[in-house]
């Protein structure tokens, strides 16, 4: 089955500084991966995603993220924080024929102006 | 924007209780999913219903949870007698279409506290 690492819970982050969300995977079969951002009290929404094609993908409020199948991976990255990105980022599997997503334990993001 | 509605926010229930969450996904949609996440925990895929029938459960999904779509808008998830270990945030979701790959619209949660 498939599986995602996101490493360190707590994730601090100065305004204007590199933001970088480390996700590994582990599948047998090509995933799709998916990064999804959750605000509080609200669901989660979808940041980006890979299914196929260009192996980076440029996602919603300047977020990216790169698939490399040999170290597989999938780390988020945005050049320069906000105060407004401080939220909960999850990574997440699937893969062809099947439906559910497998997620990650998600990194909290803190923005420190 | 079409987005994902889930009632009620918070609900308390004592241990042994049936409870329902409800959900309605968006309008087009054909794929519905329910997912939960235990405090400190990963989120955790439940269950996905298309066509009126699940397509696939986890093994977290036992005898004591059902879903069902009783009518055009409404998806629900019951929890027959819950227990201490079913406190959790549950997300419900839904997809146009339904191969991996699709864009899963998650809810904003249902927060389930069983005392």
């Known amino acids: 089955a498939q599986s995602v690492t996101q490493l360190g819970s707590h994730v601090s982050v100065s305004e204007g500084a590199l933001v970088l969300l480390r996700c590994n995977y582990s599948s047998s079969v090509p995933p799709y991966l998916f990064w999804y951002v959750q605000y509080p009290n609200q669901g989660l929404q979808l940041l980006l995603k890979y299914t196929t094609g260009a192996t980076l993908v440029k996602g919603i409020n300047g977020f990216e993220a790169e698939f490399k199948k040999s170290e597989t991976s999938f780390h988020l990255t945005k050049p320069s924080a906000h105060m407004s990105d401080a939220a909960e980022y999850f990574c997440?599997?699937?893969?062809?024929?099947?439906?559910?997503?497998?997620f990650g334990k998600g990194n909290q993001v803190v923005v420190i102006p | 924007e079409p987005e994902v509605t889930q009632t009620p926010s918070h609900q308390v229930t004592q241990m042994g209780q049936e409870v329902i969450l409800r959900c309605v996904p968006i309008s087009n949609h054909l794929y519905f999913y329910w997912y939960r996440q235990i405090l400190g925990q990963k989120v955790e895929f439940l269950v996905s219903?298309?066509?009126?029938?699940?397509?696939?459960k986890s093994e977290i999904f036992d005898d004591q949870f059902s879903v069902e779509r009783p009518d055009g808008s409404n998806f629900t998830l019951k929890i027959r007698s819950t227990k201490l270990e079913d406190s959790a945030m549950y997300f419900c979701?839904?997809?146009?279409?339904?191969?991996?790959?699709?864009?899963?619209?998650f809810g904003p949660g249902t927060r389930l506290t069983v005392l």
């Open positions: 219903f298309y066509n009126n029938e699940i397509s696939e």
């Open positions: 997440a599997v699937s893969v062809r024929g099947n439906n559910r997503l497998a």
């Open positions: 979701a839904s997809s146009e279409l339904g191969p991996a790959g699709d864009t899963q619209y």
